[in-house]
C-alpha cells in the first residue's frame, strides 16, 4: 500500500441552532458554550492542532459570526492587558489565534444535514483528505482523538471513524457499525446504518463525531441524496466507499462527552475542572457539600 496522504484539513459543522440550550443560544452559538473558560469551538480546534492540522474550515449559519471573530486578533482587548502587565491572561488567548489564511469559513443556508454540511465545503476540501469534528462531543484523552485517527489512517489508509460502544436500546440515535474483522482496537466497517432499531442493528458500536476519510465521499454528497430525517446523511456516502477504499472504525482511547444535550454538558464541565489544579480542590469541597444533601 502506497503511504496515504498527508492530513491538514478539518471541518467543522457548526451551523445547528442549538434549540436543546435555549434561552443560552438565542443570541449566541451553542458552540460559544464553555467547559470551564474555554468554548466547545476551542477544544474541537485544538484537538485538531494536536493531530497536525493546519487549515480549518468552519460550516457556519445566520448569526455565527462570533465563531469567526472568535479566532480573530482583538487588538483592544491585547493592547490593554499589556498595558496593565497581564501577561497571563494574555498568554491566555493564545490558542485563539489561528494563522492568517489557514480559517475559512461557508455558510449552510438550509439545515439539510451533516452531509449536506461536509459537501458545502467541497472547495476547501478539493482532492484532500480531511478530519470532520462535531464540536458538539469533547473527548478528554491523554492523545486527541483526531490524532489517534490519523496515527491510524497512517497506517490504514482510508476513511477511519471514532467509534465507541452503546447500548444495544440507543441504536436508534446513532450511526452503528456492520464490523467484520475486529483486533480488538481496530475494526472493519462492511457496512453502516444510521440510526437503525435495536432489532435491526448490526452491533452496539457507534460513529462518534470524529472522523478521517477520503475525498471519495464528497463523489456520494454531490448527489445530494436524501435518507433518515429527510436529509443528506453523511452516513450514507461514507457506505458508498466501502470496498472502494480502506474503512475501519478505531475504539479511540479517552473519555467522550456529548455536549449536545445538558447532563453531558454539565458532566464535562466537572470532568474537565476536576483535572485543573487551580479549580480542583475547591470543585471537590462543593461536590462533596452538594452531594452530601442527596
Known amino acids: 500500500m502506497s503511504k496515504p496522504k498527508p492530513l491538514r484539513k478539518a471541518v467543522l459543522p457548526v451551523a445547528g441552532l442549538g434549540t436543546r440550550f435555549l434561552p ?3 443570541a449566541m452559538p451553542k458552540e460559544m458554550l464553555t467547559v470551564v473558560d474555554r468554548p466547545l469551538i476551542q477544544y474541537a ?16 449559519g445566520r448569526g455565527k459570526d462570533s465563531l469567526i471573530d472568535y479566532f480573530d486578533i482583538a487588538y483592544e482587548l491585547e493592547a490593554t492587558l499589556r498595558e496593565r502587565n497581564k501577561l497571563d491572561t494574555l498568554k491566555a488567548l493564545e490558542p485563539t489565534s489561528i494563522e492568517a489564511g489557514s480559517l475559512v469559513a461557508v455558510r449552510q443556508q438550509e ?41 491510524a489512517y497512517n497506517q490504514t489508509g482510508g476513511n477511519v471513524v471514532a467509534v465507541t460502544e452503546v447500548p444495544r436500546e440507543q441504536t436508534n440515535r446513532y450511526g452503528i457499525l456492520d464490523i ?14 444510521e440510526k437503525p432499531k435495536p432489532e435491526d442493528a ?20 454531490s448527489k ?3 435518507g433518515a430525517g429527510g436529509e443528506v446523511q453523511l452516513t450514507d456516502a461514507m457506505a ?38 487551580d479549580l480542583a480542590d475547591d470543585v471537590k469541597a462543593f461536590l462533596k457539600k452538594y452531594t452530601s444533601q442527596i
Open 202 to 221: 448490526p452491533s452496539n458500536l457507534s460513529i462518534i463525531g470524529r472522523y478521517v476519510l477520503t475525498p471519495d465521499v464528497m463523489t456520494h454528497l
Open 224 to 226: 445530494l441524496e436524501k
Open 180 to 193: 467484520g474483522e475486529d483486533d480488538g482496537r481496530l475494526v472493519e466497517v462492511k457496512g453502516l446504518v
Open 111 to 151: 439545515p439539510l444535514g451533516l452531509g449536506h454540511a461536509i459537501w458545502c465545503a467541497r472547495s476547501f476540501i478539493g482532492d484532500d483528505p480531511f478530519a470532520i469534528l462535531l464540536p458538539d462531543d469533547i473527548v478528554k484523552s491523554g492523545t486527541s482523538c483526531v490524532k489517534q485517527l490519523v496515527d
Open 240 to 277: 458508498k466507499t466501502i470496498g472502494h477504499v480502506p474503512f475501519h472504525g478505531l475504539r479511540y482511547e479517552g473519555e467522550r462527552f456529548d455536549c449536545g444535550n445538558k447532563i453531558g454538558f454539565l458532566e464535562a464541565q466537572i470532568a474537565f475542572s476536576l483535572e485543573r489544579p
Open 45 to 60: 480546534i485544538d484537538e485538531a492542532r494536536e493531530a497536525g492540522i493546519e487549515e480549518f474550515c468552519l460550516i457556519t
Open 24 to 26: 443560552a443560544t438565542k
